[in-house]
């Protein structure tokens, strides 16, 4: 299993880039005691029957990884949800996309702890593609209060250039940390 | 660090491109592809990978363009690293950590001397297509 919950997101991520997707959306919203998920494609979509596979570490589409014969990026998630009482849902259409909707209990002592988000974003970002990749990290208050920031794939790709020239990667992995930085510092002001 | 806008990046952008395009390149790229595969990522990949970044960063290097790419095969020997710089044979190195990353920037792609007892040989031959 996976160490941290962004490199169990980043394995989904990639997934949805192997679906072939144009636009994906990651919405990341933390509260003091859940942390919600929400990853949406419109990628290649699943069938029902496949659908009902994907839950099977033993099951992969045998397109993506011909000489693979496993598939764990689903299986680890719910293995993960069902050991920290967490929730998942996972809906698909064939040829339109497939959206995942996921809440872990932050405060199930069993439940990984969340990583280096900045460093999933780049991650994420860093693929091969043309897709577009818009996360939303939100951070929600006891009171409700919303605080947040929003990436675009396109839009940072547009200023930098080639991400994997190791000066964008450069900016790109300081301009996600001051983001980051930014947001907990105003989560220390609500505290 | 204060939260940087799009204009501020852009700018910082523009003015990294203007002081490349100041010094001599041969025009020749040094890539360096990062295993990061969920083997590689369990193994500390990424802090390879913020190593090797921070190393380039801090010895003003450019023309070097940095990849990741999924499992080599060499599971027990990730983190791994393929180094391709001009002139020098295409290594893969294994067991990377922050300080090895270091290393191979400093020694392979600036000095253009190998970094020993990381090097392994070759993708896994189920891997090579």
Known sequence: MHYSLSDMILDLIQNSIEAKAERITLDLIRSDNYLTVRLCDNGCGMTEGELKKVSDPFYTDGIKHSQRKIGLGIPFLIQTVEQTDGRFEIHSEKNMGTSLDIQFNLGNVDTPPEGDWPGLFRQAFCFEGDYELVINRKLVSDDKRETGYTLSRIELKEVLGDFNDSAAMILLRDYMRSQEEDLLSQLKEIH | ?129
């Open chain 2, 1 to 129: 660090m204060a939260k940087m806008t799009l204009e501020e990046l852009r700018k910082l952008r523009s003015s990294q491109k203007s002081e490349m395009s100041r010094r001599d390149v041969d025009g020749k790229e040094i890539h360096i592809i990062v295993g990061m595969g969920t083997c590689g990522i369990a193994a500390g990949a990424k802090d390879a990978l913020d190593s090797f970044l921070e190393t380039i960063e801090k010895n003003n290097l450019n023309n070097i363009v940095v990849k990741q790419t999924g499992c080599m095969g060499l599971c027990y020997a990730e983190p791994t690293v393929d180094v391709k710089v001009p002139g020098m044979p295409d290594t893969i190195y294994g067991h990377v950590d922050a300080a090895v990353a270091k290393e191979i920037v400093e020694s392979h792609v600036m000095k253009k001397n190998l970094v020993d007892n990381h090097i392994v040989d070759k993708p896994a031959g189920d891997i090579i297509k």
